[in-house]
């Protein structure tokens, strides 16, 4: 799959770029060819290759990033995904769960429990290893809590290849509806308590460049 990603995404870059150099026509042109491109590199990733669909659009979007014409070509998709395929999306999830007996709203709370506590560690962990300070992990594992539509896009592949029963489809959407609620709330104050670290942080690096610059020897 990665290799059919490499050759078909260096043929679609270079004739599409070209194609936008010489194209004088309309701006429109460009997002419908760029439509067709995710949806051409979704069926070829979900058909011939067995991968999800959504790696597909992704790396499609990786190669028209690489364009000119993204910034144009992202707003036109905005407006068709917020009213047209994220509505049909959501709905079409929505239909598939099944009512919620006791144990399922258990569970739910137990997966957004875990589902975010996973995330602070990890992403906090990952940022500390990648050398940031202890307030900026705490911000960076906060911040990624939030799920979001790719979580419901696994959970429905997994109902379609027979993998989880469609009762476990509510405990995802409450995680996903959940994480994306609590993580504004809770990066707030994770923001005003190290804010008073990042003061005295920059007020440290000030005195220092102060006192660097006022016991500078005098040239000459």
């Known amino acids: 799959f990665f290799v059919f990603v490499a050759v078909f ?3 679609i870059y270079k004739l599409y770029k070209k194609w936008c150099e010489h194209d004088g026509k309309g701006m429109h042109r460009h997002a419908i060819m760029a439509f067709v491109i995710c949806l051409l590199m979704s069926f ?3 058909y011939f290759f067995g991968v999800a669909d959504i790696t597909g659009a992704f790396f499609a979007g990786v190669i028209i990033s690489m364009t000119q014409k993204d910034q144009f070509i992202a707003s036109k998709f905005d407006v068709v995904a917020y009213m047209l395929l ?8 929505g239909l598939k769960v099944a009512s919620m007996g006791i144990l399922i709203v258990v569970y739910a709370i137990v997966l957004t429990i875990i589902a975010i506590i996973t995330k602070i560690m990890g992403c906090g962990l990952g940022a500390k ?3 940031y300070k202890n307030y900026q992990c705490l911000r960076i594992g906060v911040g ?3 799920r979001g539509e790719v979580a419901l896009i696994v959970a429905n592949k997994g109902i379609e290849a027979g993998l989880m029963s469609s009762e476990l489809v509510a405990p995802v959407i409450i995680v996903v509806i959940a994480t994306t609620i609590i993580t504004p709330i809770v990066l707030k104050p994770v923001f005003l308590k190290t804010g008073q670290d990042v003061v005295t942080e920059s007020k440290l690096v000030e005195n220092i460049e102060n006192r660097d610059k006022y016991n500078r020897p005098i040239e000459g």
């Open 129 to 131: 290893v990648c050398g």
């Open 9 to 11: 995404g260096f043929i």
């Open 86 to 93: 994220s509505p049909i999306f959501f709905a079409s999830i």
């Open 44 to 46: 070829a990733a979900e």
């Open 144 to 146: 990624m809590v939030s």
